[in-house]
C-alpha cells in the first residue's frame, strides 16, 4: 500500500516537472510572444460583438438568487421564492423578467420565423435523406472501394498489354512505340508523318493510358517553358519567329492539337464500369498473349494449363 | 386674488369695475347673476339639465357671459359621439364609485367626460377637484387649453393643468389635467387625495407605470374613502381586464366614430421593412386616390432619413411621371412642437388647375398611434415595428429598442386610415405573421421599468408590503429584488427595507434616486450649486443639435465646450455659458449659433428653479468651490460618484471596450462622448442598447473615490451630517472587495485599496 501511494505521488509532481523541462528557451519565448499576442490583439468588431452578446446572454440567463440584498429584504415582506408578486386578482403574475431581444437588421415582422422555419424544414428533410440512406452507407462505401481498386486493376492489366503489344509489336518489326513527348524534343526536325496522330493507332484497351502520360507531359513542359521565359507560353505569338523556331522551342502545338483531339472511341471505352474495361483486357490478354492477369503469368500456349479460370475469384 | 365662492348664494363678481356698486342689486343685470348651479343636485343631475346650463347665456362656473366662440364650440362638441350617450353616462356614475369607459379615439371622451362630470359632481360648490390624468406632458397641457377654451375660462383658472415642473392651475381649478405620474407624487403627500372628489384615469389602455401603480392605490382608496369617485378611461376593447380588476365596476362603451378600413397583407415576410416601406408609401401615391398617408416608423433618424427619400423620389415622380405633389412630414416626440403643428397643415394643392390632386404623408412614431388625431389619413402604412421600452433587472438595462408591435397595436394603427372616408391599411408582414408573431397586448410599462424610483414612492405613499401590493400586472419579483437593492445600497431604504432619513429626503425630489441622492449629498463635496444645474440638465432631453446635415459643425461647436474629464462637465460648461450675459443678450441666436437646444436649456433653467426650491425647503445648503480652486472639477465628479457609483465601469487591458462593474458587461463609450480613450474607470449616466452596448454621457473618475469617502467637518445644517453618517458606508457595501468575483476589476480595486493603506500608513507615520 505505501508503495502504491509513492507511485500514485511521484506521477503527480514528476509530470509537471517534466513538461517544464521540455519547453526550450526558443519555445517558450515563442508561447509566451503568441500568449502576448493573443491578449494584446485589437479584437475584430465582430469578435467584440460576439462577445458583448455572450456576456449580455449569460447575464441574462442568470436570475437573481438569495445572495441578492434585496431578496432578504422581499423574504421579510413574505415573499418565498418561485412565487409571482402581487394578489392574482388578474391571475398569476409573472415569475420571469421579460427577456431582451436586440433586432440587428431590419428585416420585417415575421422573416426571422420565417427563415427558421425554412432552415428547420431543410434540416428536417436532411434528416429524412440521411436516414433513409443509413442502410445503403456501408454498401456505397464498400462500392466505392471497389471501384477504386478496379480501377487500380484496370491501370495495371493496361500496363501489361503495353508492354506486350510494344513487345509483339517490335518482335514483328513494326514500331508501335507511341509517340512521347521525350521523343519530339530529341528529335525536333525528324517527326515522322504516323506521329500526327498517333494514339488513334494504340488499342483502346490501353490508349488512355498513353494518353494520360502524354498530357501530364504537356503539362510540365508547359511549366518547363514558362519557366524558361514569358515568351515560351504556348499561347505567345512571337512574330520573328519563323516554323522552325517554333519546333525547335517545343512551341509549334502539333502534340496539343493530338491530345486535345477527340476520340469517340476511346471515350466510350472509358464510360464503361472498370469491372467491365478490367474484364475486356483481362480477355484481350488472354486471347493475344495466353496471358494470365491474376497468374501474372504468360502460358506457352492456348489451353493455359494450371490456371484456375478467368475470374479474380477462381484465383483466391 | 384668488377667493372661491365661499358659498354658493355668493356669486363671485371678478371684473367688477365700479367697485362701489353691487351689481348684483341692479334688477336689469339680474340675470347674469343667476346661479345654474343651484338647481342642481349633486348626482342626481341629467343630460337636460346639462343642456340648459351649457345654452348659457352666463358660465355655469363663473356665472360671467358667455362668449360667441364659445357657442361655436358647443355645436361641435354636440356632434361628438359620447354627447349622445350623457344620460347613460350620468346613470352609471351616480349609482357606482368605479365604472369603466371605453371610448375610441375621436370619440371626445378625454375632452368632454370631465365636463360631464364637472356637470353633475359640482366641484366648485363642494370645494373639491376633478382630476383627469394623461399619460403624456403634451396632451396633458393641449386638453387643458382645448377644454378651457370649450369651457370659456381662461387656462389655469378653473380648468389647468400639471405637470413636471409646471404647475398651471390656481385656487379656482376645478379641472386639472396632470400627468399620471404627477398625480402619483402628489398621492405621497396626500395618501386619500382628499383634494378630489372625482379622478379620472385617461387612456388607461396604454399602461404607462405611473397609471398602473395609481389603479392600485385608488383600489385601496377607494376601500378608505367611499366619497370618492374613479372613472378608467380606454380606448381599446380590451377593457373587461379593467372591469375584473375593480370588481366587476360597470362598463360604458361609446363607439367611435369610424369607416371601414381594408387590410393588405404581404404575401411574403419583407428583408427590410424600411425600405418596404418607401416603396409601398410611393405605390400609394402613384395609384391610389386621393387621401393622405400615415407611415409609422421607428424613431427620429430612421423618420428623418425616410422623409428625405420620399421627397426625393416624389420629386421625380412630379418630373416625370406627372404625379400630384406630396409634401412629407416627420413626426417625433423630440420634435419642437411647431414643427409637430405642421401636420396639420393642408394637403398641398395640384401642381396647375385640373391636374392630379396633392396629398401629404406624415411618417410618425407610435405617437400618431392613440393620442394624436388626425383627419384626413385615409392610408396607413404598418411595418410592425416600434421603438419600445425594455428592462432586465439582470443586467440592470433600461432601453429604448425596437420591437414588433402587438395585435392590439396593429389594429389601433389600421384604425387611423378610417377616420375621414374608408381607408387602407397595409401591412408590411403576413397574415400569418400578424397572427402567429404579434402578442395579443403591448406589455405593460411596468414590465419594462427599473422600478428603483416607483419603489421609493410606494414605499413614501405607506405601502410597506410591496410583494403582495395588488397590481393588474405585478412584475417579475427579480426586478422589485433589484430595486430594492438599488435603494438599499443608495442608503434610501435599511435592511429590513425600511426607509431611512435618506430616502424620506429623496422621495421629495421628482427625480431618480440615484440623482436625488446625488443632490442630497452634493453639499458635502462643496458643490451643490453645480450639482443642481447638472441635476436639471440630466432631467430634460438632449440640450446638444446635431442635425444630419451639419454633424461636423455641430460638433465643433460642442468640441468648444468640451471638459477633457468627461460629458457631465462639458454640459455643465454649456450651462454656465448659456446664463452667461452674452448668450442671455439673445438666447435664440447664441443657441442656434452653438448648435444647442434652446427648448431643453430653459427648461433645464426652470427645472433647476423647481429643484432649488425643494432643496430650500429642505435645508440643504447651497454652496460652491471657488472656480479658481484646483479641486473645483474634482469636487464634481466626487459628488457624481456618491450617486451613480452603481453605474461605474472600467477599461478593458485591450482595445477601447469597457466593462460595467458587477454586472460584467462589454460596453463602448457612445461615440458622442468628449471623454479620450485613457481613462481607466468612467461613470456613466446611462447604459443604451442598440446593435452594440453603449455607456452615454461618462465622466472619468478614480478607484479611490469608488472605496472611500472623504470625511467632511460638519459646517453645514444639522440635518446634513444625520446624512453623511447614513451614507458613510454606501460605497463600502457596494465596493465591499469581498463581493467581486475574481478577475480584471477585483485585482484593481484591491491594487487601488492597498495604494490608499499605504498612503494612510505613510501619513499615520508621520
Known amino acids: ?316 | 386674488m384668488d377667493r372661491r365662492p365661499d358659498a354658493e348664494e355668493k356669486p363671485r363678481a371678478k371684473r367688477v369695475k365700479t367697485s362701489n356698486v353691487d351689481p348684483k342689486d341692479n334688477p336689469y343685470l339680474a340675470h347674469r347673476y343667476e346661479e345654474p348651479a343651484k338647481k342642481f343636485q349633486r348626482y342626481a343631475t341629467t343630460a337636460a339639465m346639462a343642456k340648459e346650463a351649457e345654452d348659457g347665456p352666463n358660465n355655469f362656473l363663473t356665472g360671467q357671459p358667455l362668449s360667441s366662440q364659445y357657442f361655436r364650440i358647443l355645436e361641435t362638441r354636440r356632434n361628438l359621439p359620447v354627447h349622445a350617450q350623457r344620460d347613460e353616462f350620468l346613470d352609471i356614475f351616480h349609482r357606482s364609485q368605479i365604472m369603466v369607459f371605453v371610448g375610441e379615439t375621436g370619440s371626445g371622451k378625454t375632452t368632454q367626460i370631465p365636463q360631464f362630470v364637472l356637470f353633475d359632481d359640482l366641484p366648485h360648490i363642494h370645494r373639491k377637484t376633478v382630476a383627469c390624468t394623461q399619460p403624456r406632458r403634451v396632451a396633458a397641457m393641449s386638453v387643458a387649453q382645448r377644454v378651457a377654451d370649450e369651457m370659456d375660462v381662461k387656462l389655469g383658472d378653473e380648468v389647468g393643468y400639471s405637470i413636471r415642473f409646471e404647475d398651471v392651475t390656481s385656487q379656482k381649478t376645478v379641472l386639472k389635467y396632470m400627468t399620471d405620474g404627477m398625480l402619483l407624487r402628489e398621492a405621497m403627500n396626500d395618501p386619500d387625495m382628499n383634494r378630489y372628489s372625482c379622478i379620472i384615469l385617461d387612456e388607461a389602455h396604454e399602461r404607462t407605470l405611473a397609471t398602473d401603480i395609481l389603479m392600485g392605490l385608488l383600489k385601496e382608496v377607494a376601500v378608505r374613502r367611499r366619497d370618492l369617485k374613479i372613472i378608467i378611461m380606454s380606448a381599446t376593447l380590451d377593457a373587461q381586464k379593467f372591469q375584473k380588476y375593480f370588481n366587476d365596476a360597470p362598463l360604458l362603451a361609446v363607439p367611435g366614430r369610424t369607416h371601414p378600413v381594408e387590410i393588405f397583407y404581404t404575401p411574403e415576410p419583407e428583408r427590410d421593412y424600411v425600405e418596404a416601406a418607401l416603396r409601398t408609401v410611393l405605390q400609394i401615391h402613384a395609384a391610389e386616390p386621393e387621401g393622405d398617408i400615415l407611415l409609422f416608423l421607428t424613431g427620429e433618424e430612421e423618420i428623418e432619413d425616410a422623409a428625405r427619400k420620399i421627397s426625393l423620389e416624389a420629386d421625380e415622380m412630379v418630373r416625370e411621371a406627372d404625379a400630384g405633389p406630396l409634401k412629407v412630414y416627420p413626426l417625433y416626440g423630440t420634435l419642437p412642437p411647431n414643427q409637430q403643428q405642421r401636420i396639420f397643415e393642408p394637403a398641398p394643392p395640384p401642381h396647375r388647375p385640373g391636374g392630379r390632386p396633392g396629398r401629404k404623408c406624415i411618417i410618425a412614431t407610435n405617437i400618431a398611434e392613440t393620442s394624436l388625431t388626425i383627419d384626413g389619413i385615409v392610408y396607413v402604412v404598418d411595418p410592425g415595428f416600434s421603438k419600445q421600452k425594455v428592462y432586465n433587472p439582470r443586467i440592470r438595462v433600461e432601453s429604448l429598442l425596437v420591437s414588433a408591435i402587438s395585435k392590439a397595436s396593429a389594429q389601433q394603427r389600421a384604425g387611423r386610415a378610417g377616420r375621414t372616408r374608408p381607408g387602407k391599411c397595409f401591412r408590411l408582414y403576413t397574415e400569418a405573421a400578424f397572427k402567429k408573431e404579434l402578442i395579443p397586448q403591448t406589455y405593460p410599462e411596468i414590465l419594462r421599468s427599473n422600478l428603483a424610483s416607483t419603489v421609493l414612492e410606494l414605499k413614501k405613499l405607506g405601502i410597506d408590503d410591496l410583494v403582495h401590493f395588488d397590481l393588474m400586472d405585478p412584475p417579475a419579483p427579480e426586478t422589485l429584488m433589484r430595486a430594492l437593492e438599488e435603494l438599499n445600497f443608495l442608503a434610501c431604504l435599511d435592511d429590513d427595507g425600511n426607509l431611512t432619513h435618506l430616502g424620506r429626503l429623496a422621495s421629495e425630489f421628482p427625480l431618480d434616486p440615484a440623482l436625488a441622492v446625488m443632490l442630497i449629498s452634493s453639499p458635502e463635496f462643496f458643490c451643490s450649486n453645480e450639482i443642481l444645474s447638472l441635476t436639471a440638465l440630466l432631467s430634460v432631453p438632449q440640450i446638444f443639435v446635431r442635425p444630419a446635415t451639419a454633424r461636423k459643425r455641430a460638433d465643433d461647436m460642442k468640441a468648444r465646450f468640451a471638459h477633457p474629464d468627461g460629458d457631465h462637465l462639458t454640459m455643465l460648461n454649456v450651462y454656465h455659458a448659456f446664463k452667461g450675459p452674452q448668450a442671455q443678450a439673445n438666447p435664440k441666436q447664441w443657441c442656434h449659433e452653438h448648435y444647442l437646444s434652446l427648448r431643453a436649456l430653459q427648461s433645464a433653467d426652470n427645472v433647476r428653479i423647481q429643484l432649488k426650491r425643494i432643496m430650500e425647503r429642505e435645508e440643504l445648503v447651497l454652496l460652491s468651490t471657488p472656480f479658481e480652486d484646483k479641486k473645483y472639477y474634482e469636487n464634481i465628479r466626487r459628488a457624481l460618484v456618491s450617486g451613480f457609483f452603481m453605474q461605474v465601469a472600467k477599461k478593458n487591458q485591450t482595445g477601447k471596450s469597457y466593462t460595467t462593474v458587477k454586472d460584467n458587461q462589454e460596453v463602448l463609450l457612445h461615440p458622442s462622448t468628449v471623454l479620450g480613450q485613457d481613462s481607466e474607470w468612467v461613470l456613466y449616466n446611462e447604459f443604451v442598447l442598440t446593435t452594440k452596448n453603449y455607456i452615454r454621457t461618462v465622466t472619468a473618475v478614480r478607484p479611490e473615490w469608488l472605496l472611500v469617502r472623504p470625511i467632511q467637518r460638519s459646517h453645514f445644517s444639522r440635518r446634513s451630517d444625520m446624512l453623511i453618517a447614513s451614507l458613510q458606508d454606501i460605497a463600502d457595501t457596494y465596493y465591499d472587495i469581498n463581493t467581486f468575483p475574481k478577475g480584471d476589476i477585483r485585482s484593481a480595486l484591491e491594487r487601488t485599496m492597498e495604494k490608499i493603506r499605504r498612503k494612510k500608513q505613510m501619513k499615520g507615520g508621520r
Request: net charge negative.
Open chain 1, 1 to 316: 500500500m505505501d508503495g502504491d501511494a509513492d507511485d500514485y505521488m511521484s506521477m503527480v509532481i514528476t509530470d509537471p516537472v517534466e513538461k517544464r523541462e521540455k519547453e526550450t528557451y526558443t519555445q517558450r519565448r515563442i508561447r509566451k510572444q503568441r500568449e502576448a499576442e493573443i491578449k494584446g490583439r485589437t479584437k475584430s468588431k465582430a469578435e467584440l460583438r460576439a462577445e458583448e452578446a455572450a456576456a449580455r446572454e449569460a447575464a441574462l440567463s442568470k436570475s437573481l438568487d438569495a445572495s441578492n440584498k434585496g431578496f432578504r429584504m422581499m423574504k421579510k415582506m413574505g415573499f418565498q421564492e418561485g412565487n409571482a408578486l402581487g394578489k392574482g386578482t388578474n391571475g398569476i403574475g409573472r415569475t420571469e423578467p421579460l427577456n431582451i431581444v436586440v433586432k440587428e437588421d431590419r428585416g420585417g415582422v415575421g422573416l426571422d420565423s420565417e427563415k427558421k422555419r425554412k432552415f428547420r424544414e431543410e434540416v428536417e428533410l436532411e434528416a429524412k435523406r440521411a436516414k433513409a440512406e443509413e442502410g445503403d452507407y456501408r454498401e456505397r462505401v464498400r462500392k466505392e472501394r471497389e471501384e477504386r481498386r478496379t480501377e487500380g486493376l484496370v491501370l495495371g492489366a493496361q500496363r501489361v498489354a503495353e508492354k506486350l503489344d510494344t513487345e509483339a509489336g517490335e518482335a514483328e518489326g513494326h514500331s508501335h512505340t507511341p509517340t512521347t513527348a521525350v521523343d519530339d524534343l530529341a528529335r525536333p526536325s525528324a517527326r515522322p508523318p504516323r506521329k500526327v496522330r498517333p494514339t488513334r493507332q494504340i488499342n483502346v484497351l490501353w490508349r488512355g493510358l498513353v494518353r494520360h502520360r502524354e498530357e501530364m507531359e504537356r503539362e510540365r513542359r508547359i511549366r518547363y517553358d514558362l519557366h524558361q521565359s514569358l515568351s515560351r507560353l504556348p499561347t505567345y505569338d512571337d512574330p520573328t519567329e519563323d516554323d522552325d523556331d517554333k519546333r525547335a522551342l517545343g512551341n509549334d502545338g502539333a502534340l496539343e492539337e493530338d491530345v486535345e483531339e477527340e476520340d469517340p472511341e476511346l471515350d466510350e471505352f472509358n464510360a464503361l464500369e472498370a469491372a467491365e474495361r478490367l474484364g475486356a483486357l483481362v480477355s484481350y490478354l488472354r486471347e493475344k498473349y495466353h496471358y494470365c492477369f491474376w497468374c501474372k503469368y504468360r502460358y506457352p500456349d492456348g489451353s493455359m494449363d494450371g490456371c484456375p479460370g478467368v475470374t479474380e475469384e477462381d484465383h483466391d
